[in-house]
């Protein structure tokens, strides 16, 4: 059981250029989620999603879109990267129901835009 | 969604027991309490949820008044493995989308010292 993954790890990449991010999660969770974090910052809320084929804003949505065609997938994409979307971006998935409503976190990965 | 407003660091000693307030004065009725705990590098993990009076498991305990406009996680006999950033985090936790919105602030930085 690998909880939730997340690819790449480590990318740099230029102003303009796009590219995207894969979160997986095997644990047949419906809600998943994106989340950006700064340094010295809290996470903040990009996308997320309450089920296959949905998605939603979150706190900070501009830049990035995002896709979930299968529910153990959530993609989070960046068609233009400006150097303001430099950050650690954390996937994370929840079950709708449990003993406790907790998200699981991926491992995070860490984009730099020259 | 509450607010919640926790100290920005704390210091304590191997095997002290650290209590961290946070406050929350406009919860809403169906807002939980849920606390999680971060490493650098590492996504967060959740530590404990509640709802109203005492919760304990394993880890910790989370102590809520009767008005519920704060609540302290208590960490027994800390470790220095226990050095981490820790989030209090208020929301109606039932729901995955917009209602269950959690925001993660800047957190407590617990640095924990031999």
């Known amino acids: 059981n690998a909880g939730v993954t997340q690819t790449p790890k480590f990318r740099v990449l230029k102003t303009g250029q796009s590219m995207t991010l894969l979160c997986a999660q095997d644990m047949n969770h419906e809600y998943m989620y994106w989340y950006r974090q700064d340094p010295g910052m809290g996470l903040r809320l990009i996308h997320y999603?309450?089920?296959?084929?949905?998605?939603a804003k979150g706190e900070v949505p501009d830049g990035y879109n995002v896709s979930r065609l299968k529910k153990q997938n959530f993609l989070l994409g960046l068609e233009s990267a400006a150097p303001s979307q430099t950050s650690v971006y954390f996937c994370?998935?929840?079950?709708?129901?449990?003993?406790?409503?907790?998200?699981?976190f991926g491992p995070g990965t860490r984009l730099t835009v020259t | 969604l509450a607010k919640t407003t926790q100290p920005i660091s704390m210091d304590s000693y191997e095997g002290q027991e650290v209590n961290i307030t946070c406050s929350h004065n406009n919860i809403a009725t169906n807002d939980y309490i849920t606390w999680y705990q971060q490493f650098p590098s590492q996504g967060p993990r959740f530590i404990i949820q509640g709802y109203k009076t005492k919760v304990t498991n394993e880890v910790a305990s989370l102590f809520i008044p009767a008005d519920r406009k704060s609540s302290t996680l208590s960490l027994p006999r800390v470790s220095l493995s226990d050095t981490a950033v820790y989030y209090c985090?208020?929301?109606?936790?039932?729901?995955?989308?917009?209602?269950?919105?959690?925001?993660f602030g800047k957190g407590t930085k617990l640095s924990v010292k031999p």
């Open positions: 999603s309450v089920g296959e084929g949905t998605t």
């Open positions: 985090l208020v929301g109606d936790v039932r729901y995955g989308g917009s209602q269950g919105n959690l925001i």
């Open positions: 994370a998935s929840r079950a709708r129901a449990g003993v406790n409503y907790e998200q699981y």
